[in-house]
């Protein structure tokens, strides 16, 4: 049971956190499209930063969503 808990803390932690991480992940999609096209391969850009701000939230309020229907199972016995 403790490890629900915990996957509904990381699942908040991203909501609540998305926007620097999403910032994190974007700057380094960034660098590594940088570095691919300067070796000649053609990559798509990256996201926007909303959008990705966006993908985070939705997949941390996801996550906790899960959660929060697992332990509810579980502790009624379905």
Same mark, same amino acid.
């Given at each position: 049971? !403790?490890?629900?808990? &915990?996957?509904? #803390? &990381?699942?908040?932690? =991203? #909501?609540?956190? $998305?926007?620097?991480?999403?910032? +994190?992940?974007?700057? %380094?999609?960034?660098? !590594?499209? &940088?570095?691919?096209?300067?070796?000649? !391969?053609?990559?798509?850009?990256? !996201?926007? %930063?909303?959008?990705?701000?966006? =993908? +985070?939230?939705?997949?941390? =309020?996801?996550? #906790?969503? &899960?959660? =929060?229907? $697992?332990?509810?199972?579980?502790? $009624?016995?379905?």
């Amino acid at each position: 049971m !403790l490890l629900e808990f &915990v996957k509904l #803390a &990381v699942g908040l932690a =991203i #909501a609540l956190f $998305h926007q620097p991480l999403a910032d +994190y992940i974007l700057e %380094q999609e960034r660098t !590594l499209v &940088v570095l691919l096209r300067q070796r000649g !391969l053609t990559v798509p850009g990256s !996201l926007t %930063q909303r959008m990705a701000r966006n =993908i +985070y939230f939705s997949l941390g =309020i996801f996550v #906790a969503s &899960v959660q =929060i229907l $697992h332990i509810w199972m579980m502790t $009624h016995g379905r």
